[in-house]
């Protein structure tokens, strides 16, 4: 077994359970946001593009402590706590955010539970116009959905409420 990768913050989920089977139980028991990996649609999307350091965000812990743990079920050395190599998804309201500007709000609750929640919010902000403001509400962070829309040029905000999560996502305009 000395032949599997190391585990680290960017190993993406889907490869750690195909890596290292024996990690599941541990990783769905470190937090309740996980057990959405025994669905087996939910498993294969979502556990394909999202990696450790995500859903450590997802989860609620330290992306370090995720991962020393699933290290040390595996008899690997920890890795030392890197702080600047986390992501804050969460932040005070930025100078663009308007709630009059929220043209379309989806509810997680409300949509496909075997579709990932970035996948109609993709569709959704797409056909949004310049200034325009499209929210996701969800009962978990959507860490790997909002990597994905940062990539793709649009500013977020990630707020928290009660156990409710609002992403706001900003069509910002062209040029």
Do not use: C
């Amino acid at each position: 077994m000395a032949d599997r990768p190391p585990i680290t913050k960017d190993t993406r989920v889907a490869a750690l359970l195909r890596d290292y089977p024996e990690t599941e139980e541990l990783l769905i028991g470190m937090s309740p946001a996980f057990t959405k990996l025994r669905n087996p649609v939910l498993r294969r999307s979502v556990a394909r593009v999202a990696t450790l350091g995500q859903a450590a965000a997802v989860g609620r812990i330290p992306a370090t402590v995720l991962v020393n743990e699933l290290r040390a079920a595996v008899g690997q050395d920890p890795i030392r706590d890197d702080d600047e190599d986390s992501v804050d998804y969460f932040g005070v309201q930025p100078e663009w955010f308007d709630p009059e500007l929220v043209v379309t709000v989806l509810r997680d609750d409300e949509l496909d539970p075997d579709v990932m929640p970035i996948n109609p919010l993709l569709r959704v902000v797409k056909d949004l116009e310049d200034g325009q403001i499209a929210e996701l509400v969800t009962s978990h962070l959507p860490a790997p959905g909002i990597d994905i829309l940062r990539r793709k040029g649009y500013s977020t905000w990630t707020t928290e409420d009660d156990q409710t999560i609002r992403t706001f996502v900003l069509k910002e305009p062209a040029g």
